[in-house]
């Protein structure tokens, strides 16, 4: 929630120290805990907290959600690179969105990024050049998500109301 070692990091770290597998389960488990801690928060004390936790910002960038009952919007932001997803957990408390929906939704979205960072960090002290090549490509498509994380929010801003019309 107050984020102070990205999560990305602490994803590499748990796979470097646990192994893939054991790594993931770990890293999940605290991703949907400070999501859960977040949703939680906003429901309970609504928008003021968001105000307090959510930059101005991020806040008014995405506040379009606000208006998403399917939480598709959501997930299709959970699955980018660069998204600040401890903001969007916090603004999915101020929507009606079903608590379990939105909380498989952020499992669902979170995970690939996750395990491809998890599955770099175990292979990291194994030597071998599969690990460095996928913790490059990561942080290629990390840092390309970055640049672009305009037109990729965009562009899954109209894929979610697509989603959302069927």
Do not use: H
């Not at 305009?150 to 989603?163: G, M, N, Q």
Request: hydrophobic fraction near 55%; aromatic fraction near 12%.
């Amino acid at each position: 929630m107050l984020a102070p070692i990205p999560g990305q990091l602490v994803a590499f770290a748990g796979g470097a120290v646990f192994g893939f597998w054991k790594g993931l389960a770990i890293t999940m488990a605290g991703v949907e805990v400070g999501s859960l801690a977040a949703i939680l928060l906003a429901r309970r004390f609504g928008r003021p907290a968001v105000d307090r936790f959510v930059p101005a910002s991020a806040a008014q960038k995405f506040s379009y959600l606000l208006n998403d009952r399917s939480g598709a919007g959501f997930f299709a932001l959970f699955l980018l690179p660069a998204v600040p997803d401890d903001a969007l957990c916090f603004l999915a408390g101020l929507t009606s969105v079903p608590l379990r929906r939105m909380m498989g939704l952020c499992l669902l979205g979170r995970l690939p990024g996750f395990a491809v960072l998890c599955f770099a960090g175990a292979g990291a002290g194994q030597g071998g050049w599969a690990a460095p090549a996928v913790f490059v490509a990561a942080v290629s498509v990390g840092l390309a998500g970055w640049f672009f994380s305009d037109e990729l929010v965009d562009l899954a801003t109209r894929t979610s109301s697509r989603w959302g019309r069927r």
